[in-house]
């Protein structure tokens, strides 16, 4: 009788074998936690890098464009070109500096407050911190670079409207380029953001050669 009540206490044990489905769905559903990456956590270098190129971008050819209204002189082009790379690296370092020195004190301040409430934070969450040296070195290099394409295609072509459409079609590439690349990396709408990029720097040159001129032509 014993035997039988063990044959039959194994007979009602089930064996759980998962499905072949089950294995597909959770095999399925692995690549999909790549999905899950927040991409707004990488705003801060992105608005240090990609955007900070872009200002240097625009603001300097808009710089050497409006001068270039009115002075054809590729001197007096270029000077203005490189005074515009210094000076905007230079407030770009200034004010990402101070920006992100705030943003840490506010966090500093948070954490005492929480250490005082007997509330300890995550090891990694200390690392996190921002850090102003490294947000402004970021702004000004990046910065520096975009200024550069303007002036480089400025610097060895003495006709004048060479010279001008050189700039405009070298901006019109990098404007392209630096739209492309900080939607790809905000996974963000490529072509929309290239285009948008694109017709900003385009009009900001507009403006500034136009008001310029207009200035220039009026004798004041």
Do not use: H
């Not at 559903?29 to 801060?44: T, V």
């Not at 407030?91 to 506010?106: H, N, P």
Request: hydrophobic share 50%; proline share 3%.
């Amino acid at each position: 009788m014993e035997t039988d009540n063990g044959a039959s206490s194994f007979n009602n044990q089930k064996l759980t074998i998962p499905a072949a489905s089950d294995v597909e769905q959770q095999t399925n559903m692995e690549p999909e936690a790549n999905d899950d990456f927040d991409y707004s956590k990488r705003s801060q270098w992105l608005r240090a890098a990609v955007l900070g190129a872009n200002d240097g971008l625009v603001s300097t050819a808009s710089l050497m464009m409006g001068v270039g209204a009115v002075k054809q002189d590729i001197k007096v082009m270029i000077l203005t070109g490189f005074a515009g790379l210094v000076a905007g690296a230079c407030s770009m370092a200034i004010g990402e500096f101070v920006s992100v020195y705030s943003q840490l004190d506010i966090e500093l301040a948070q954490m005492k407050r929480d250490k005082r409430r007997g509330e300890i934070r995550e090891e990694g969450e200390k690392e996190s911190l921002p850090n102003p040296l490294q947000a402004a070195a970021a702004s000004a290099l990046s910065f520096s670079v975009g200024a550069m394409v303007p002036l480089l295609a400025a610097s060895f072509i003495r006709e004048y409207k060479v010279r001008v459409g050189a700039v405009i079609a070298a901006v019109t590439l990098a404007l392209l380029v630096f739209g492309w690349l900080g939607a790809v990396l905000g996974k963000a709408p490529t072509v929309k953001s290239a285009v948008r990029v694109l017709v900003g720097g385009w009009l900001a040159m507009a403006i500034t050669f136009g008001l310029t001129k207009l200035i220039g032509s009026s004798g004041l």
